[in-house]
């Protein structure tokens, strides 16, 4: 069995070494890229998302390098995301022999755990167990080091240096044989990019990055949007995490301690009163948060044509209306060129940049 499975920013080194771990063989993938997406665009449905197009493409750069066994997920729900696995099955066998496993969003952690047993037959099912535990344990401790770059990198004088530093702790935490070395990595790490902070500097105007999962997940996707704001001098909160959904997929999920929809929902209110599929709810709950927490600004990034996502559109405007805050509307398909998006993000940071100024004189 090779295995290949699709690209989720930092998702993969750690869920490759627990394959390898485990004994199983995977082909690994190159990072997501221009090719990916060509590949992945011309063998999906034009009207198809662009998260389905990226997975697709490099599932098919798996498959080109040997791989003969795909993984991939599927969840319920209503937005598209509950056909990619059905599609994928179909478009990805036309003239080959492979074998298909679709992981299950809604259980996770049996899909994964009997996945596992099957793929790894000389693992004991302890072994299994203890594996995902520290998946989701790496998964968790990449959720933090990258907020902590998202808030030392606009403080320090060289922002590149905490960026740097933030990508060698993630190689270091994914490669990570146990639980106590994740913990000790993940301090080092974080400490050390707080000493690059400068002392007695501005506190950093504050941004909210919401929108769809994949997106928001998949810095080739959204162009490296958290980085380019840091550079520029501004914190960038994310609110979605891959550590922080797969711990509530999978353990919180399965003892019955995570109600997505009545959760965000709560949040969302009065603003968004239904649940609309995708992230669309946790879309404007996180921005209504962010514009009641003295947040500068809110940049609202999907894929062209997502659903959830367009209705949620309509929400945040209303919000940032009736807070004050500038937002930023990001749609990204394939076509979306990164010097645009740059442009536009410079233009929202000078944007938001001079309100502050006005409201410090
Ligand atoms: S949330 Fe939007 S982009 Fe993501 S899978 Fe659903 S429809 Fe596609």
Request: with cysteine; proline share 4%.
């Amino acid at each position: 069995m090779r295995v290949t499975y699709a690209h989720m920013g930092y998702m993969n080194a750690p869920v490759r070494h627990m394959l390898e771990s485990l004994a199983v063989e995977v082909v690994a993938t190159p990072p997501v890229s221009e090719r990916t997406m060509e590949l992945g665009t011309r063998y999906s449905p034009e009207g198809a998302c662009l998260p389905y197009k990226i997975s697709t493409g490099t599932l098919l750069e798996g498959l080109d390098s040997g791989a003969d066994t795909v993984v991939t997920m599927c969840g319920a729900g209503k937005c598209r995301f509950g056909f990619y696995g059905t599609v994928q099955k179909i478009v990805l066998a036309r003239g080959r022999k492979i074998a298909f496993h679709t992981l299950d969003t809604e259980r996770l952690l049996t899909d994964l755990y009997r996945f596992l047993r099957q793929a790894a037959p000389a693992a004991g099912r302890l072994a299994v167990a203890k594996h995902i535990a520290l998946v989701i344990k790496k998964l968790r401790a990449l959720d933090a080091l990258n907020d902590a770059k998202n808030f030392y990198a606009p403080r320090a004088a060289n922002p590149q240096r905490v960026i740097d530093t933030c990508d060698y702790g993630a190689g270091e935490i994914a490669g990570s044989d146990d639980f106590a070395e994740v913990n000790s990595c993940r301090e080092l790490v974080t400490e050390t990019m707080r000493s690059y902070c400068r002392a007695g500097a501005h506190p950093p105007p504050k941004v909210a990055l919401v929108g769809e999962f994949y997106l928001l997940l998949e810095p080739y996707a959204n162009r490296w949007i958290e980085n380019a704001l840091v550079r520029q001098g501004v914190e960038v909160k994310r609110f979605v995490h891959t550590g922080g959904w797969a711990y509530a997929k999978t353990l919180l999920q399965f003892f019955g301690f995570f109600d997505e929809e009545r959760e965000y929902l709560a949040q969302a209110r009065p603003y968004l009163n239904h649940h609309v599929g995708g992230e669309g709810l946790k879309s404007v709950g996180t921005a209504l948060w962010s514009a009641r927490h003295g947040y500068d600004g809110i940049i609202h990034i999907f894929p062209f044509g997502c659903m959830p996502e367009v209705v949620a559109r309509y929400a945040l405007k209303n919000v940032a209306a009736d807070y004050g805050l500038p937002l930023l509307t990001l749609s990204i398909d394939e076509h979306a060129s990164e010097v645009g998006l740059a442009t536009r993000l410079e233009a929202f940071v000078d944007c938001i940049k001079r309100k502050n100024q006005g409201s410090r004189l």
